[in-house]
Structures are given as C-alpha cells and as structure tokens.
C-alpha cells in the first residue's frame, strides 16, 4: 500500500498513519531488490519454498506437512519438520482430506460364499501372500464409472486395476487377470484372495477364476468395512487424491486416463507410512534384496 500510494502522500505521512517505521518500509524495499540483505533465515527460506512446492506438484498436489518433509529428507534435503510446516503455510499449499466412504456393496445372499481367512489381519509376510480387492465409483458428465483394484498386502502395491461403463462382474475379473498376468502367482502356493461379499466377487466365473490359478478365496461380511479395511482404505485415498481434487470429470476416458496417472505415481513414488515412508516398489526391492543377501553370503 505504502508503495502504492506514496508518489501522493509520501512514505513518511503513510507511516505515521499505519504506524510503520519509515526505515522498516526502506529496508523491506531493500531486501526485495538485493535478497542479500535478507537474515540466513529468510534467504534459506527463498531457496526452500521452490523445493517445497517441487514436491508437492510432483506428487498429485496430496502431500501434506508429513510426507513433503519425509521427501525432502529421502532427496537430501536437511530440513525440519516445522520448517516445511511453516513455508507450506506461507505458500498456501495444504494437503488433501480424506472424506467419509460410500457403500457400494451389493451381496448376493443366494450365491454360496467362501469363509473369511483373514479375520481382519491385514498384513502379510511376503508379496505374494494376500490380495485383497474391491471397486468404487466415479461420477462422471457422461455417467457413472466403476473402478477395480487388486492390491498385494505386503506393500500395498496396486497389481491390478480396471475402469469400466458398468460394474458388472467382468470388470473386477479383468482387474484380476491384470494381477494374475503381472505378479504370476505359484499355483496353490499359499496367495489368499480377499473380498467383500459383493456379487462381482462371489460369481461363479470369479470363483472358478481363483480355483484355476490356485488362489484361496477368502469373503468378509456385507456392508461391514473392516473386514476389508485395507482395500477400503485404497479406495479412500484414491478418492481423494484424485476424484474428488481432480474432478467434476468429463467423460470416462478422462477419469481412466486419470486412473492409470495415479495408480503409476502410488505404486513407485508415493510415500507410505505403514510401510516405513517408502515407495511401494521400494519395500518390495528391499523384501528381494533381504533373500537374496544370504544366498550370496554362502
């Protein structure tokens, strides 16, 4: 305002009325057209608010103080936490908020269901050992679309997904033959396979699918989102950090397309807590490289 405002009034009358020191208004002026003259303090905050923004951009726009920290921290960056807290408040940027989950599942009490293997116990001790699956839905100008996952507990690595007009059982089938394809499971070598009781997954194709790839089914109960809190959990995030951030949403190509960006960026950049504040792809490696180190010790 003083700089607006003072080829009328002058600096000094301003000052007098806001109060502001006249010398303070100089030295602002200063320091914006020589950044030298700024404290350590300020100056390292001018060569942090770029990086800060950097990794929020690159990363969906979804981080908060947390993971934009942690981050930092994994690319070298010796930053405090309140630090990072204090300059993405500055910058305006805040990171997203989950909201409250919508039912989608639709049970079929007439088809015979397998029992629960996994009692709510979602965790495994190598990839290959759990996969839990379920879909969700994106509003879009021209309908509704269907989204699919299959997600490997060991690391909440997304190995197989599908978009689709309808949410008819095929489309959870190809989510499925997307995993089975990717991750090659060993016939009856011990993968459980985890699902609500929706009718896309107690469907006969569905079933003699697992059965073909000697996978062991495993159901929970109907409308009750712990006993498949981990997919349930997927599905949150994905909702909103990218659906509802990215939306309204055009047509069902834009929201694949989207799909595909995200599903990319959350299997081999996006930092997870439960799993240490890695990658996904990272703490699979890391799984691989732990068996291979005795092999080569002998």
């Not at 602002?28 to 608010?49: F, G, I, N, W």
């Not at 309204?248 to 807590?273: G, H, I, K, M, Q």
Request: with cysteine; aromatic share 10%; proline share 5%.
């Amino acid at each position: 305002m003083i700089a607006e405002h003072r080829g009328h009034y002058g600096v000094e009358p301003i000052c007098r009325v806001l109060p502001v020191a006249p010398s303070t208004y100089h030295e602002h002026v200063a320091q914006r057209l020589d950044p030298s003259r700024l404290s350590v303090r300020a100056q390292r905050d001018e060569a942090l608010k770029p990086e800060v923004m950097r990794v929020f951009a690159e990363n969906f726009s979804t981080y908060g103080v947390r993971k934009v920290w942690r981050q930092m921290q994994r690319e070298g960056f010796d930053v405090a936490r309140c630090t990072v807290q204090r300059l993405m408040r500055d910058l305006g940027l805040q990171g997203v908020i989950r909201g409250k989950p919508v039912r989608t599942t639709i049970g079929d009490k007439a088809a015979p269901c397998p029992l629960d293997r996994v009692n709510r116990q979602f965790h495994a001790p190598a990839p290959n050992r759990l996969w839990v699956s379920d879909f969700t839905y994106v509003a879009t100008w021209a309908g509704f679309a269907y989204v699919a996952l299959v997600i490997a507990v060991y690391a909440r690595y997304i190995v197989g997904w599908r978009v689709s007009r309808t949410a008819h059982a095929s489309f959870v089938l190809d989510a499925l033959e997307q995993a089975i394809h990717d991750r090659r499971p060993v016939h009856s070598g011990g993968l459980v396979h985890h699902s609500d009781r929706g009718a896309q997954y107690v469907s006969i194709r569905y079933t003699e699918r697992l059965a073909e790839a000697g996978i062991g089914p495993s159901v929970g109960s109907v409308g009750d989102s712990y006993d498949n809190a981990l997919a349930e959990t997927i599905n949150g995030l994905y909702k909103a950090e990218v659906i509802h951030r990215r939306g309204p949403w055009r047509s069902y190509e834009a929201a694949e397309f989207a799909t595909l960006e995200w599903v990319d960026w959350f299997n081999n950049r996006r930092l997870l807590e439960p799993i240490g504040n890695i990658p996904l792809d990272e703490a699979e490696a890391n799984y691989y490289a732990a068996l291979d180190q005795p092999a080569m010790a002998a």
